[in-house]
């Protein structure tokens, strides 16, 4: 069968998917976009999480047929996600925002299969304020779990702007760190949020 869904703002299909084929296959090996890791595929990890039609899920139990017409935003589209919300936010035109490429929404896939850690002062805008936050905090250890927290955490800051150490638990809480380093990601999270009050 055929899959048309929207990844990270833009239309994508899958040809030949099989029935039982998940979310997770069908964006890390038909699309190219490996930032959804692939682990326990139980969803007992939290490391494929991505977002559906803006709600947290382990796309390895998500059936690929079950994304038909819906958005996902997977950690590769993060940080145009964010732009694209903060310029919602604040009332502003986000084509016009620095690093929107010809004034188009969302990430191509080439951008997001080229995509490579740069220096902030290179790039400002190539990552999101989580991101960023995870980087400043040394919340990255191995970085598996890494993409499934960004997701998650950045979620939960745009429901939750200000959360409590209780808030920030319960939404990575579907997220397991094999590092059992979760102080950094926590200390990460506090400041995204405290940036993200700021307006930084």
């Known amino acids: 069968m055929r899959v048309n869904l929207t990844v990270n703002g833009r239309p994508q299909e899958a040809d030949d998917v099989w029935e039982g084929e998940s979310l997770l296959y069908v964006l890390r090996e038909r699309l190219g976009l490996p930032g959804s890791k692939n682990a326990c ?3 007992e990890c939290g490391s494929c999480t991505v977002r559906l039609d803006g709600v947290p899920v382990c796309a390895c139990l998500v059936a690929a047929g079950q994304a038909e017409g819906r958005e996902v935003v997977t950690v590769e589209g993060l940080a ?3 732009r694209q919300r903060s310029h919602a936010t604040d009332g502003t035109d986000a084509t016009d925002a620095p690093g929107t490429s010809l004034g188009e929404p969302g990430t191509s896939l080439d951008e997001a299969r080229r995509w490579e850690a740069r220096p902030a002062a290179e790039a400002p805008d190539a990552l999101s304020p989580v991101q960023q936050a ?3 905090a040394g919340a990255v250890q191995c970085g598996f779990c890494t993409p499934g927290l960004l997701v998650a955490a950045d979620e939960m800051l745009e429901r939750t702007p200000d959360p409590t150490d209780a808030d920030i638990r319960e939404a990575l ?3 397991l760190c094999r590092c059992t380093g979760y102080e950094k990601i926590m200390d990460a999270v506090r400041l995204a949020a405290a940036r993200q009050s700021e307006g930084v």
Do not use: L, R, V
């Open 134 to 136: 995870f980087i400043d």
């Open 80 to 82: 145009e996600y964010a």
């Open 41 to 43: 595929e139980q969803g």
């Open 173 to 175: 809480s579907g997220n």
